[in-house]
């Protein structure tokens, strides 16, 4: 088979092409936050905070810097810190383990379900009934929805509601995404959400949001992430700073209304990949029953990942490694983090076989085409 000859590189992301796609809208809402005078924790912070709370069908959601940021403050809100053990997995964005030492506690990685990339819950439950030994008690358990897929949830909270520790939501790839018809971010006691450019719902620069049904909680996060402030220069607890600026809440507020058929895209693009991988020997993502995935990344599986990765790469598309080298594994934490009893074979065997393919809503029907036709004709 032939191939159509090269035009130009096909990206893995392309928050650019995000922006480009609704210019005149976002500029508008950038001029009016310019215009406001006011720059920071204002009207448009406000209004986008009850947007997205209403969106999730949450009371609160209150706005910050970053998502590793929203994981800090709901860990800080429900008094996480030292002397604490915190349960995540190795297979994520360091980002979750960062947050789980900034409060000062003690991360466990449990190993990953091989085929869903996503905690594997029969182990956690491991390491609920059977703390490794050394360890602080185990305070509470971070969830993550890797590559917009719902985790194996309820086996989870089940697990935490009979130990009395909170689960939290990771959802950082995950916004819109559902388990059982109900939305993420919604089912464990608070949840984070990275508003990171790339991220499917993505302001212009930096930002983040948690929500929660606690309303006292947010309440006490609100504090936290100003100073600790509960009216102005008077702290009450000891807090931080961790804010939402107004010029990403404005370009936020016109990104939201546009994230479902922004998903929607990402879907119908996930399964041309699904259709053009069948019958070859690289393995397409798994999807959960019961779940709709939101696909932040489209991550395939092949035993030749790198020189799969080198002849898309001839062919002129774009591909990444969502992660490479497992938290465990990373310099900063090698041999001083704790795993689960299992330790994370699987977890290790993923990154060194997983491949991430172009995948965001810009995408034009060619380009999809094109990495469909280059599967093909490389499987
Ligand atoms: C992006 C991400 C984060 C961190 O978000 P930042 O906005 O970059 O701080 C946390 N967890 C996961 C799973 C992520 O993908």
Not at 37 to 57: M, N, P, S, T, V
Not at 140 to 146: M, Q, R, S
Not at 190 to 200: D, E, G, M, R, V
Request: aromatic share 6%; proline share 7%; with cysteine.
């Amino acid at each position: 088979m032939t191939l159509p000859p090269i035009t130009t590189m096909i990206p893995l992301a392309d928050p650019g092409a995000a922006y480009r796609a609704h210019r005149d809208a976002l500029d508008e809402a950038l001029g009016r936050a310019l215009d406001s005078g006011w720059y920071i924790l204002g009207k448009e912070g406000e209004a986008f905070e009850r947007e997205f709370a209403d969106w999730l069908g949450l009371p609160r959601a209150v706005g910050c810097a970053n998502g590793t940021d929203a994981l800090v403050l709901i860990l800080r809100g429900l008094g996480i810190g030292p002397g604490m053990a915190v349960a995540t997995v190795s297979h994520t964005a360091v980002a979750t383990v960062a947050a789980i030492e900034m409060v000062g506690a003690t991360p466990v990685l449990i190993d990953i379900d091989p085929d869903t990339y996503t905690m594997d819950a029969d182990e956690l439950l491991a390491v609920l009934q059977d703390p490794p030994p050394g360890l602080p008690p185990l305070r509470a358990v971070i969830a993550v929805h890797l590559y917009g897929q719902p985790c194996d949830l309820d086996p989870m909270l089940a697990a935490c509601a009979e130990a009395g520790i909170p689960l939290i939501e990771d959802c950082a790839q995950a916004h819109g995404a559902t388990l059982g018809g109900r939305k993420l971010g919604t089912l464990g006691v608070a949840a984070a959400f990275s508003l990171y450019p790339t991220k499917n719902l993505g302001a212009l620069g930096d930002a983040g949001v948690l929500a929660t049904a606690d309303e006292a909680l947010a309440s006490r996060i609100a504090a936290i992430r100003q100073y600790g402030w509960t009216s102005r220069y008077i702290s009450d607890m000891a807090g931080v700073n961790s804010r939402l600026d107004e010029l990403q809440a404005a370009v936020l507020r016109v990104r939201l209304p546009l994230l479902e058929a922004g998903n929607a895209r990402r879907q119908h693009i996930a399964n041309c990949y699904d259709a053009a991988l069948a019958d070859t020997a690289i393995v397409s993502p798994v999807r959960r029953a019961g779940a709709t995935h939101v696909f932040h990344q489209y991550v395939v599986r092949h035993p030749e990942r790198d020189s799969l990765m080198a002849l898309l790469k001839e062919q002129g598309i774009g591909s990444g490694i969502h992660y490479p080298v497992p938290v465990h594994l990373q310099p900063a934490y090698l041999d001083r983090v704790a795993l689960g009893p299992a330790g994370c074979v699987e977890t290790e065997a993923a990154s060194r076989e997983i491949l991430s393919l172009p995948m965001f809503p810009e995408l034009t029907d060619e380009q999809v085409d094109r990495v469909c036709g280059v599967l093909r004709a490389l499987a």
